[in-house]
């Protein structure tokens, strides 16, 4: 720019002073000067040196040519991270970091889905501790596989196995800790409809088994204090899902079966599960959503205790202790209104029920758990919510704080 200033200026110049001299040549009957004319070839030169680059420009162009370099290849990666802080009656109070990052494997491929890798780690005050990896890699627009590492440790309250235990029994302590490794490939058929296979590998084991735990362990017939188990499965899914700013409309199934063979469980026989998930969102009005969640965690008679389901948690029958009615086989569904109420702030009720059961036959209507509750919602940043919740149930209730909607 500079350049072109100072060639603009000298061409201005030399046409004026052309002027001026012809008027000076027009009126030498009444005015005598001393004219000398313009040397055009010095002038030109000083073009042609003008309208060279200086060492400084070339350094300039240089420098924001290797930044734009640097922001293309930073448009492939995103990183972001945060701190805070939680509650659950299980954990008690928890500081929580995580990171997140998105990129493309291929670089500069746009039509390529974006690709997420997530590292969280959670220490609380109970003495409880958990760190988790995951990653979906997007390997193109139909194909992703998918990573989970995670495992930690925590003090847990203990009923005993099963629905009466859970009703009757006095609590008692141990320790549970666990770790989990899965790796699923997941290819999209058509529209939502996308069907996969995954490998899957869990350990869990109980340490510091308060005398009362024991007992109750040993009347159950349970003597053994760890396992380990892996398998292989496949899933179907259907996500059928639109967002409409901050609204879901739509349908999400999912139906995910595994078994763990006898020879890599550590087990006579093989050893089945079954995870089926169904969810719908339906708009009402400006601001208000109904939500519904149904789901089932389904486990073979001969499987390890310590991997039995367990009723209770952060997303399912809020406010029950997690792990308090546990048994083979759990079910549950739950409703919810979300309104939105002021800008950042929005707040949801729900009501829902759900049991424990050790098979289809004795599942009684009678032992079907009552679950209600309501929660505030401040939305920190976008796909960020900060969730409170307080949940209700039979001989439980319980806070809990933690981020976005509960399914």
């Known amino acids: 720019m500079r350049g072109r200033a100072i060639i603009v200026l000298i061409a201005i110049f030399c046409v004026v002073n052309e002027v001026a001299a012809q008027s000076v040549a027009n009126r030498s009957d009444t005015l005598s000067l001393d004219y000398s004319p313009i040397d055009y070839v010095a002038v ?19 420098l924001f040519k290797k930044h734009d370099i640097e922001e293309e290849q930073t448009r492939n990666l995103r990183v972001d991270g945060g701190i805070g802080v939680g509650y659950t009656q299980e954990t008690n109070a928890m500081f929580v970091a995580s990171v997140v990052g998105r990129y493309l494997l291929k670089s500069g491929d746009e039509s390529l889905p974006y690709s997420v890798t997530s590292l969280t780690g959670l220490v609380s005050a109970n003495g409880s501790f958990r760190a988790v990896t995951s990653s979906d890699f997007a390997l193109s627009g139909h194909d992703c596989v998918s990573l989970y590492l995670g495992g ?11 629905y009466e235990a859970a009703d009757n029994n006095h609590v008692s302590q141990y320790v549970r800790k666990d770790f989990q490794a899965n790796v699923e490939y997941v290819r999209r058929i058509v529209g939502g409809l996308s069907v996969g296979t995954n490998l899957d590998f869990r350990y869990a084991a109980v340490d510091k088994v308060e005398s009362l735990a024991w007992d109750y362990l040993q009347n159950a017939g349970m003597k053994n204090l760890s396992a380990a188990m892996l398998g292989a499965g496949a899933t179907v899914k259907y996500d059928g899902r639109t967002e409409r ?10 139906l995910r079966g595994v078994a763990y063979p006898a020879i890599f469980a550590c ?22 959503e109904l939500a519904l969640d149904l ?17 209770g948690g952060e997303n399912r029958m809020r406010g029950y202790y997690y792990g308090r009615y546990t048994d083979r086989k759990m079910a549950t569904a739950q409703i919810e209104l979300r309104q939105k109420i002021y800008k950042a702030l929005s707040c949801a009720a729900w009501m829902g029920a759900g049991s424990v059961f050790s098979s289809h036959k004795l599942f009684d209507i009678d032992d079907v758990l009552p679950n209600y509750g309501l929660g505030v919602r401040v939305a920190l940043a976008k796909n960020l919510t900060l ?3 307080y949940g209700f149930g039979r001989h439980s209730h319980g806070l809990i704080i933690n981020v976005n909607e509960a399914f």
């Open 387 to 389: 969730r409170v919740d």
């Open 152 to 162: 930690g440790s925590m003090p847990a309250n203990f009923w005993g196995l099963g």
């Open 245 to 254: 700013g901050t609204q879901i409309n739509g349908v999400f199934l999912q």
């Open 44 to 62: 030109m030169e000083q073009l042609n040196r003008a309208s060279q680059p200086t060492a400084w420009q070339r350094f300039s162009d240089w």
């Open 267 to 288: 087990n006579d026989d093989t050893i089945w599960h079954v995870e089926a998930t169904a969810d719908y969102y339906q708009p009402l009005w400006a601001g208000g």
């Open 295 to 311: 789901y089932a965690d389904l486990w073979s008679w001969n499987t390890p205790w310590m991997f039995w389901a367990k009723v």
